[in-house]
């Protein structure tokens, strides 16, 4: 059983898992093979959606975690940090809007957003596991 302690491992393995799959999505669709691409986009959001829950009941039960190192690297980890979560907060709605678009078949705006949404959801994703190695790791 899984304490709240173990939720960031949890979370940054989550993000891992969601990095990939974008990842292969992508690789997917580029080979035209839709089913595949389908699958691992809908395993991305089901991963997502867990993630999600997840680091919503750690923060509730345990709050901010301070980065306790100072200097350049705190620079760093702020930086990817700050970035990090504000593109966290507008992928949301861009991957919601990018699922609703393929749901629906109107693939040629799926197409556009999903141009977008591609690297930034990866690039929370990466930055998520940065996060989380950089705060509890180091």
Request: glycine letters at 4%; hydrophobic letters at 55%; one cysteine or more.
């Given at each position: 059983?899984?304490n709240?302690?173990?939720?960031?491992?949890l979370?940054?393995?989550?993000?891992?898992?969601n990095?990939?799959?974008?990842?292969?999505?992508v690789?997917f669709?580029?080979?035209?093979?839709?089913?595949a691409?389908?699958?691992?986009?809908?395993?991305?959001l089901?991963?997502?959606?867990?993630f999600?829950?997840?680091?919503l009941v750690?923060?509730?039960q345990v709050?901010?975690?301070?980065?306790?190192?100072?200097?350049?690297?705190?620079?760093?980890?702020?930086?990817?940090?700050?970035?990090?979560?504000?593109?966290?907060?507008?992928i949301?709605?861009?991957?919601?809007r990018?699922?609703?678009?393929?749901?629906?078949?109107?693939?040629?705006q799926?197409?556009?957003?999903?141009?977008?949404?591609?690297?930034i959801?990866?690039?929370?994703?990466?930055?998520?596991?940065a996060v989380?190695l950089?705060?509890?790791?180091?």
């Amino acid at each position: 059983m899984l304490n709240v302690t173990d939720l960031p491992s949890l979370n940054a393995l989550l993000n891992l898992t969601n990095g990939i799959l974008v990842a292969f999505g992508v690789y997917f669709i580029r080979q035209r093979r839709i089913k595949a691409h389908k699958a691992c986009m809908i395993a991305a959001l089901v991963v997502s959606t867990l993630f999600l829950s997840s680091y919503l009941v750690y923060h509730y039960q345990v709050g901010s975690i301070r980065f306790e190192h100072e200097g350049w690297i705190r620079t760093i980890y702020m930086s990817i940090l700050v970035s990090h979560t504000a593109l966290a907060i507008v992928i949301v709605p861009m991957v919601l809007r990018t699922v609703y678009l393929a749901w629906h078949e109107r693939l040629a705006q799926h197409v556009w957003i999903a141009r977008w949404t591609f690297p930034i959801w990866i690039y929370v994703s990466v930055t998520g596991v940065a996060v989380y190695l950089m705060l509890y790791r180091m």
